[in-house]
């Protein structure tokens, strides 16, 4: 098991930035790729971001390619998301998900294991 608390979240202006963060403990954490997806009301849960256990191997969705940054710390078991020119459509609650396997996927569904998600609001 591997359990996942993510932070960072809040109230930010259009053009803002927020950096996220997903602290993980339970079983071995380098050996899993992580995501971040985000769920707006009404809406179904995305893809954001994903990194492979290494690092080496990076996914972001289109809207916030140039945007957002998603990293590691291994040693510090904690994988993050920098959000940089916030716009009010990225306001939704953030999720940091780790899966089984090493490298970095897309669909949810290749995902293991999930935090309680982070609350992100951005004002126009």
């Known amino acids: 098991q591997v359990q996942l608390v993510e932070s960072g979240g809040g109230l930010v202006q259009a053009g803002g930035s927020l950096r996220l963060s997903c602290a993980a403990s339970g079983r071995t954490f380098s050996g899993n790729a992580m995501g971040w997806f985000r769920q707006a009301p009404g809406k179904e849960r995305e893809f954001v971001a994903a990194i492979s256990w290494s690092g080496g191997f990076i996914n972001y969705e289109d809207s916030v390619k140039g945007r957002f940054t998603i990293s590691r710390d291994n040693a510090k078991s904690t994988v993050y998301l920098q959000m940089n020119s916030l716009k009010p459509e990225d306001t939704a609650v953030y999720y940091c998900?780790?899966?089984?396997?090493?490298?970095?996927?897309?669909?949810?569904?290749?995902?293991?294991?999930w935090g309680q998600g982070t609350q992100v609001t951005v004002s126009s």
């Open positions: 998900a780790a899966r089984r396997g090493s490298t970095s996927r897309r669909n949810k569904d290749d995902y293991d294991y």
